[in-house]
């Protein structure tokens, strides 16, 4: 046996490989579960007593040189793989990375946020796991109200106090609980809807949540401001059009619509022959919201509105299906490389 760990050890220190795959065969070889080394030690068993002290220095002798060669091959075989006077030649060929695009609905909300930040709106978010409080009740929302259907709320059977929020409105309570006037600030995030899913819906889409907050707000501020908003996103012909609406949280409350940037308001099956398309919900905010968030609502007035982020994209790159914008089928994603 000691004859043989010798024999070994000379071997070993001769061991010697050109490639990775020879180096490869070496080591299960001599270092395997089956290898040279495994049955030395199994034999080692059989070693006489007075013997074993001896032979079993030997043995680990041969392992740590057996694993110190095998070792030193590879690392000197890794750096033969990328000699260095190669990387130096400038005629080998690049690896080409490719590069992602930015996704259509982030190009959408980014140049939303910059147009109301060009006349001062900050940029904040909330959570999308929201509480009754801050989603519906502070908002005005009668307690078993029907307007709570309005918005197809996801529920969530064990806690109905939790919600997943159906609107970024829910990010204005949150402000307003916190900051004291003047606000001037615009929320977008995603939120969840329990919709049939189509061309024209889904379960989840993105809002821009924008609240303006002083003293003697009014409303012809907020249709100034959308004028703006409307004519930077979509050309400075399109005209806007404010109808009477309802919601809980806003008094009074309008949508507006645009004139549809496809036909220019002639009429076409996107603006179903009208020459109007809807692109947001506003009103003035309700003073029982702001007495909720402990605002003096003879103090201050203010507006606010929301908009899904996939709308403006639809009618700002002409597509059709809101689906486009969740299935990430790259050709269509680069589409949009050029928006960069
Ligand atoms: N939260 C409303 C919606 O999701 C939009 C809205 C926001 C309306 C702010 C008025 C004021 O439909």
Same mark, same amino acid.
């Given at each position: 046996?000691?004859?043989?760990?010798?024999?070994?050890? #000379?071997?070993?220190?001769?061991?010697?490989?050109?490639?990775?795959?020879?180096?490869?065969?070496?080591?299960?070889?001599?270092?395997?579960?089956?290898?040279?080394?495994?049955?030395?030690?199994?034999?080692?068993?059989?070693?006489?007593?007075?013997?074993?002290?001896?032979?079993?220095?030997?043995?680990?002798?041969?392992?740590?040189?057996?694993?110190?060669?095998?070792?030193?091959?590879?690392?000197?075989?890794?750096?033969?793989?990328?000699?260095?006077?190669?990387?130096?030649?400038?005629?080998?060929?690049?690896?080409?990375?490719?590069?992602?695009?930015?996704?259509?609905?982030?190009?959408?909300?980014?140049?939303?946020?910059?147009?109301?930040?060009?006349?001062?709106?900050? &940029?904040?978010?909330?959570?999308?796991?929201?509480?009754?409080?801050?989603?519906?009740?502070?908002?005005?929302?009668?307690?078993?109200?029907?307007?709570?259907?309005?918005?197809?709320?996801?529920?969530?059977?064990?806690?109905?106090?939790?919600?997943?929020?159906?609107?970024?409105?829910? &990010?204005?309570?949150?402000?307003?609980?916190?900051?004291?006037?003047?606000?001037?600030?615009?929320?977008?995030?995603?939120?969840?809807?329990?919709?049939?899913?189509?061309?024209?819906?889904?379960?989840?889409?993105?809002?821009?949540?924008?609240?303006?907050?002083?003293?003697?707000?009014?409303?012809?501020?907020?249709? #100034?401001?959308?004028?703006?908003?409307?004519?930077?996103?979509?050309?400075?012909?399109?005209?806007?059009?404010?109808?009477?609406?309802?919601?809980?949280?806003?008094?009074?409350?309008?949508?507006?619509?645009?004139?549809?940037?496809?036909?220019?308001?002639?009429?076409?099956?996107?603006?179903?022959?009208?020459?109007? &398309?809807?692109?947001?919900?506003?009103?003035? &905010?309700?003073?029982?919201?702001?007495?909720?968030?402990?605002?003096?609502?003879?103090?201050?007035?203010?507006?606010?509105?929301?908009?899904?982020?996939?709308?403006?994209?639809?009618?700002?790159? #002409?597509?059709?299906?809101?689906?486009?914008?969740?299935?990430?089928?790259?050709?269509?994603?680069?589409?949009?490389?050029?928006?960069?």
């Amino acid at each position: 046996m000691k004859e043989k760990i010798e024999k070994l050890l #000379q071997e070993a220190a001769e061991i010697h490989a050109e490639k990775m795959e020879q180096l490869e065969e070496l080591r299960i070889k001599f270092m395997g579960r089956k290898g040279i080394l495994q049955e030395m030690f199994q034999d080692f068993k059989n070693v006489p007593a007075e013997q074993k002290r001896e032979v079993g220095v030997l043995l680990n002798q041969l392992k740590d040189k057996l694993q110190e060669r095998l070792e030193s091959l590879k690392q000197s075989l890794e750096s033969e793989e990328l000699p260095s006077d190669k990387t130096n030649d400038l005629t080998i060929p690049v690896r080409f990375d490719e590069l992602g695009s930015r996704h259509p609905l982030s190009i959408v909300r980014s140049q939303i946020c910059d147009i109301f930040s060009r006349i001062g709106y900050t &940029v904040a978010e909330g959570p999308e796991i929201e509480d009754d409080w801050h989603l519906f009740s502070a908002l005005n929302f009668a307690p078993d109200h029907p307007a709570r259907d309005m918005q197809d709320t996801f529920f969530i059977e064990t806690a109905p106090d939790i919600l997943l929020r159906t609107h970024t409105s829910s &990010v204005q309570i949150r402000m307003m609980e916190h900051t004291k006037p003047p606000i001037r600030m615009i929320f977008p995030g995603r939120v969840y809807r329990n919709e049939v899913i189509s061309a024209r819906a889904h379960c989840q889409f993105h809002q821009v949540e924008g609240l303006y907050i002083d003293k003697k707000v009014s409303f012809a501020d907020l249709k #100034q401001s959308l004028l703006y908003f409307t004519k930077e996103m979509f050309g400075s012909e399109t005209k806007i059009r404010l109808r009477p609406s309802y919601f809980p949280f806003t008094e009074p409350s309008a949508e507006m619509d645009i004139s549809c940037n496809i036909c220019g308001g002639v009429g076409c099956n996107i603006c179903k022959g009208s020459g109007w &398309v809807e692109i947001l919900g506003c009103g003035m &905010v309700d003073p029982n919201v702001l007495s909720n968030c402990g605002i003096d609502p003879d103090e201050y007035s203010g507006f606010a509105f929301g908009m899904g982020i996939e709308r403006i994209a639809m009618l700002k790159y #002409q597509t059709n299906d809101i689906r486009l914008y969740f299935e990430n089928d790259v050709r269509f994603l680069r589409e949009f490389e050029a928006a960069l």
